[in-house]
């Protein structure tokens, strides 16, 4: 009797459980229309570009004090192995591929800011600092510094991004890293920018100095010559919102080699990128590097040598030439509902140099994605990526992985 009682209960447990979330879902999906202009104020773009506003924190002195950032909880599951579980980072593929795969819960990407304004100086400069952190600094979610930098006027004094970077064509992406080929990083500079006209601006900036190259032991790395950048931007179409940008890169790599001879090799490059806009749902956003020695400021290599190499018997470092390239077309079905698809490709010289077998050749990433705005602060997305490396003795490795993203923007 006990028993039926039990499984009776059981059944009306069930379906009072079901009702509840056939209402839930019901009520949900109701209220799931295009209520404002949700998609276009949340994407990546937006976000990394701190084109997004906090709220006031304080307004005394002649300062305002704002605070903004957001908390991004990823769901990630790898069907492959891979290095970097909590970015798709296509050098960190084992080669050959492992199938052994790896689900990884992480709410490392959130970050957090704060910006202060200062009133105009006498000559109407306006004065701006930053301080910005993500929780990249460890597994567990340590703060790590990002952005730290006053801008006064036309002058830029800290660490932001670099200058040779196009900080203004973000793919609407969920995953951390982006595009393996996209030249992306941030550098303590001093840069000053000229509005040439309403739709033409110039920048020139000298930037944190240091080779990221693998030498002997015997070697040492010198840091004397600043990185020297310069770029053009034009911007065109309705409001300016489009534009071509061109970059140029000098990056002198200071080294001391065996016979403790101070020598200096000259990487330099060209960055030619965009964020045009097809119509009010479609975007196309592109990036062509070319050049020598500059692997540093490449996404997916940078710290892994591949500026320059030299080996035992050498007297000077060679540079590493490497293209790296990637395309991607943002479109919204509705105001809240939008898709991203694009595909990245990064190429080094690496098999026509004496460099040890096995040695990374190339690394392709492709991804694509589908977001719903809930309003213009919350936003899910789930995503699937592939990656793939190739070594120098033709050997490769790759990984497919799926993701699912929740993200409140406050």
Same mark, same amino acid.
């Given at each position: 009797?006990i ?12 379906v ?12 949900? /999906?109701?209220a799931?229309?295009d ?41 990630i ?11 798709m980072? !296509?050098?960190t ?18 970050r ?8 105009p ?9 930053v ?11 340590? !703060?790590?510094?990002?952005?730290a ?7 830029t004094?800290?660490?932001? $991004?670099?200058?040779?970077m196009?900080?203004d064509?973000w ?5 951390? $890293?982006? !595009?393996?080929s996209?030249v992306w990083?941030r550098?303590?500079q001093l ?12 920048? /020139? ?5 240091g080779g990221d190259?693998?030498? !002997?032991?015997? $070697? ?44 200096t ?60 390239t ?5 479109? +919204? $079905? ?42 213009? +602060? ?5 995503? /699937?990526?592939y990656g ?11 990984d497919i ?10």
């Amino acid at each position: 009797m006990i028993a039926r009682s039990t499984r009776c209960s059981r059944v009306y447990l069930s379906v009072a459980f079901t009702v509840v979330l056939l209402y839930i879902m019901t009520t949900r /999906v109701s209220a799931q229309t295009d209520t404002a202009e949700n998609g276009r104020g949340l994407t990546r773009n937006m976000i990394e570009g701190g084109k997004t506003q906090g709220f006031l924190f304080t307004d005394v002195k002649g300062i305002r004090l704002q605070f903004s950032g957001y908390v991004q909880a990823d769901f990630i599951h790898d069907f492959k192995e891979i290095g970097n579980i909590h970015a798709m980072q !296509p050098s960190t593929i084992p080669v050959p591929s492992l199938s052994d795969g790896n689900t990884a819960f992480t709410v490392r990407q959130s970050r957090f800011a704060f910006t202060a304004f200062g009133a105009p100086d006498a000559k109407g400069r306006a004065l701006k600092a930053v301080l910005e952190f993500d929780l990249w600094g460890s597994l567990s979610g340590a !703060p790590r510094l990002r952005h730290a930098y006053i801008q006064h006027g036309k002058w830029t004094f800290g660490q932001y $991004w670099s200058n040779f970077m196009d900080d203004d064509n973000w793919p609407n992406i969920m995953d951390y $890293w982006g !595009p393996n080929s996209y030249v992306w990083t941030r550098q303590v500079q001093l840069r000053f920018t000229q509005q040439l006209s309403p739709s033409m601006k110039f920048s /020139v900036s000298a930037e944190q100095p240091g080779g990221d190259v693998s030498i !002997p032991a015997s $070697w040492s790395n010198r840091t004397v010559y600043p990185d020297v950048t310069a770029a053009f931007q034009k911007n065109f179409g309705k409001n300016n919102i489009s534009h071509i940008r061109l970059a140029g890169l000098l990056h002198p790599i200071d080294y001391r080699n065996a016979d403790s001879t101070k020598k200096t090799s000259i990487g330099a490059a060209f960055n030619l990128s965009g964020n045009i806009t097809l119509s009010k749902n479609d975007d196309i956003k592109f990036q062509f590097a070319y050049g020598t020695g500059y692997g540093k400021y490449s996404e997916d290599i940078s710290g892994e040598g591949l500026d320059g190499y030299a080996g035992v018997n050498d007297k000077s470092i060679t540079n590493i030439n490497m293209l790296a390239t990637w395309l991607y077309y943002d479109h +919204f $079905w509705t105001k809240s509902l939008g898709s991203t698809i694009g595909y990245g490709y990064l190429k080094l010289n690496t098999a026509d140099l004496n460099m040890p077998a096995g040695t990374l050749k190339a690394t392709h990433y492709a991804s694509f994605n589908t977001t719903y705005y809930f309003t213009s +602060f919350f936003k899910i997305a789930g995503e /699937v990526l592939y990656g793939k490396r190739e070594n120098t003795d033709d050997k490769s490795g790759d990984d497919i992985r799926a993701q699912f993203s929740a993200f409140f923007k406050f």
